[in-house]
């Protein structure tokens, strides 16, 4: 059991998990509870999912992302220190040692501690890499110095590293921004988070955006003159750039609570339990990009560092130390995004994802519309739906096409979330009317070819 | 158990229910099986919902509104009868008896019989309901029977009795086509399927787009001249009019049915089990507007006449037609439809219906919108969630708000599918990404609000 009554929570992270937790607890336990909140960067509770539209220009600042500002925060009775790093842990004193704004350190005691540190954008261990002009994207830091380098250097050629959701989205935000985009992907497609035909297809559509999308191809190492890049070295030549974005992943951020003992998973996160309590410790809790999550398809552990996430699990942590019951159930790996107008969603199991889990699955793929084929405002889409053979189990959906088509995935992420059956889903009562969907809506038609293909 | 193997099929109605599971049956048993076909008009299979849309000419034909034509069913092998009437059914003889297109009345021995009569609009039992110019909205007849009166008698104004689904989007037809339109609802709110104070925000929206709404407004009778409806007369005067639409709902189209002795339901549809057979019969089944269906939540009979019900219904049907094993497993009363640029969507019970049934409910609405709030094309959106108090069971949802709101209907009609309490809900893994949802979506929001109401 916890700490039945804890005096001092710390938390070290500003961001969505950190905030997420020092509110829920603090707006439980109220005066009962100090809360300090360590925070390296200068802003608080922001958007980092927003940065590739700021960067684009549809956010015009990055006020514009920040949900609640560490003023707003202290308001409400957060002890929160900005431009402070936490740089060591204590797990046996209670104790997190932390390097302020004007560099003195300070030993701060916790009763609970919660981690919500983060991820870092994976940088290759190459020739090059941390030369000026490439730039990883993870906080609002990040972000201001892509702008910075837009205004300052005026670029007129960006290379995209990796092909992900960052990485598409950057594209985008580059293309937006007058620059000629070159994206470069080690795959044979980019979004390796869907089936390869599906990325072929959104190759397809971003190269009709004008983007030069480079698939199958290795950067090998990055070319300098004094300091800063000027071309990216691949598997098939040099690419001249003014600019790199790399958009190869990220890895939880753990440095801390690694050097302090807690063990990581196989997947380089922290392990929780469904509280958020870190590592079977009472007095440590963990959300966010630095955690694992449980994938209750694969009923495995996996690793989905979004921001939807981490506020839902900084929030049950917050609330599990403030003495509530409140469980974090998993994901299901849902996952939206767009590029220019193309929009892209998955939840669940991809095809290649069912087959390296070892699971015996067919899987059927509808072209439809958005809408009553008839209605004039009718988008192309695109749907594929992989279910299981032993149980007729739904595993997961793929989406591409254009306006409306993405948020179909939330009805198949609430199939998966209840395990439904492509059958079941089939009947279920989705809503009808011909300006929002075809009479047997886009998820039944594809339910339905599941269904036929099992039989 | 049913027929083995019927060698004839007979389906009354050539709309969705009927095709389809004229459709079904035959795609399943093909030359094993002769299925006729009886339709009273000339369309078979074809979107009634469209209608509304057909006359406000955002659709430019009845074609587009036909899925599928007779003539495309009969290359199909159903021997698809236009303009014929069903006028008798002997059980046990097991023969319909039919009027032909040239007034001949012939007798069709059936195997297995399927009603798909669907529904006919109520008319108020006032004097001069039938004039000309007063108009149901139910089968494309009546639709082109709008639009021929628009075309030959350039009325300038119109009054929409009733604010339901059809009586909003006929008002919205109306305003499109340069109609001056009164709309006149008996209840204090239009949209009384929503809460009162959702029906409310809805009336004054429509204001805004130049419908005169008036509320808790009887109509007395019509006031004709030539036989042509001049002012529709009511409970606070007469409103002078070229054109009068009934939007005061339907009812279902059992007369034949009922002659011949199936019983029918307390809300007067024909009741059936899960695999659309008829009053216990083995022979006789029955889908669509003409039935009533099993409601989940409220676990009791309802009467919710939609094509997404005719069409999955109908689909049961034909498929246990044909022996195979088919359920249609109920509905949740999802429903959606726009006025101008108001969506409006509901599913599972509102308040008033939670109290209605006895349920100790709690409701909560939040202001939210559509989007995260800083994406430039973010739209309003108002989520009122329904919570029963005992085991803290999701009951229904309402929205309105402007695009991208209404769909957001189908996580919560999964959510109530699956008989999720608010709870878990909270912690479902939906979409994010800022141009399509709010951090936490907006239905977890709700639910958040629900949660807070209950505790």
Known sequence: MQVSSPQRLVVIGGDAAGMSAASAAKQTLGDALDVI????GRWTSYSACGIPYWVAG???????????SPQEHRRRGIDVRVRTEATGIDLDAGRIEARGPRGGTSRIPYDVLMLGTGA??????????????????????????????????????????GGGYIGVEMAEACVRRGLRVTLVDQAEQPMGTLDPELGARIAVAMEGM??????????????????????????EGAIETDLVVLGIGVRPEVRLAADAGL???RLGGLRTDASMRCDGRDEVYAAGDCVESWDRIREDWTYVPLGTHANKQGRVAGLSIAGQRARFPGVVATGVTKVCNLEIARAGLTERDAAAAGMDAVAATIETTTTAGYWPTSEPMVLKMVARRSDRRMLGAQIIGHQGAAIRIDTCAMALWSALTVDELVYTDLAYAPPFSSVWDPVQVAARAAVSALD
């Open 37 to 40: 909140v360590l925070e390296r």
């Open 58 to 68: 549809d956010v015009p600042s990055a006020d514009a992302l920040v949900a609640r």
């Open 120 to 161: 870092v954008p994976i940088r290759p261990d190459l020739p090059g890499a941390v030369a000026e002009g490439i730039f990883g994207v993870q906080t609002l830091e990040h972000g201001a110095a892509v702008l910075e380098t837009l205004q300052t250097h005026q670029p007129r050629r960006a290379v995209v590293v």
């Open 210 to 235: 004008g983007i030069d999308v480079r698939t199958g191809v290795e950067v090998t190492g990055f070319d300098c003159a004094a300091g800063r890049v000027r071309a990216v070295a691949t598997s």
């Open 263 to 265: 063990r990581l998973g």
